[in-house]
């Protein structure tokens, strides 16, 4: 059944949000009791419900279809929609996922955030997004596309000396290896060898090339 006029309208509205992804106090401008609102369009599959206090826009021709969005997005998504899209990175494993590196679907997340906060149980699968206190502005990123939006991810430069750095968070350490080699041939080396000074993960840059090696 079609939208109505008015409901059509307030979901086009919601659906500009960045990465489409937005909490209740979010949609008050366009409902006024939003709590209420969003449980009705969830369950009609209009929103999904990927986590407690959070939602997505489904897209209209994703509508009555087993429509999900990635892990990762749905990670960036819910960091974007507390923090702002300047202020949430794709980072280790999940920027390699974006990047290409790792072609499996993970169980884990991981962003980059400006402050910390608990790691979020995603209700519409059996997936954890785990938050990471960074100075942001500190870090090399660029834009780049997901399902529900372009986000913020780290460059190849960064996103290698992260998985060298940290191998274990996102629990996916039987990927990092691989994962390491791809980026490393992609990546610009004086860049990684500058990053590396300025970050002060030199020990995390030569473990990078012994695992490419």
Request: hydrophobic share 45%.
């Amino acid at each position: 059944m079609a939208d109505a006029p008015g409901r059509g309208r307030a979901l086009t509205q919601l659906a500009r949000l960045p990465m489409r992804t937005l909490r209740p106090a979010d949609a008050s401008a366009v409902y006024a009791q939003p709590r209420q609102q969003l449980a009705r369009l969830a369950a009609n599959g209009e929103v999904r419900h990927v986590a407690n206090g959070y939602y997505t826009v489904v897209p209209l021709d994703q509508r009555g279809t087993d429509w999900k969005p990635t892990l990762e997005a749905v990670a960036a998504g819910i960091a974007v929609a507390t923090y702002g899209p300047d202020n949430a990175v794709l980072m280790g494993v999940s920027a390699a996922r974006v990047h290409g590196a790792i072609p499996r679907a993970l169980a884990t997340a991981v962003v980059a955030i400006p402050r910390q906060r608990p790691a979020v149980n995603l209700k519409d699968r059996d997936a954890l997004v785990v938050f990471v206190k960074r100075d942001v502005d500190r870090l090399e990123v660029e834009r780049m596309p997901t399902d529900l939006g372009r986000t913020l991810v780290t460059t190849l430069e960064q996103t290698v000396l992260d998985l060298a750095h940290r191998p274990t968070l996102g629990n996916a350490r039987a990927d990092v290896p691989a994962a390491v080699h791809t980026l490393l041939a992609r990546c610009d080396r004086d860049l990684l060898d500058d990053l590396a000074t300025r970050q002060r993960l030199g020990a995390a840059r030569d473990r990078a090339v012994r695992i490419a090696a």
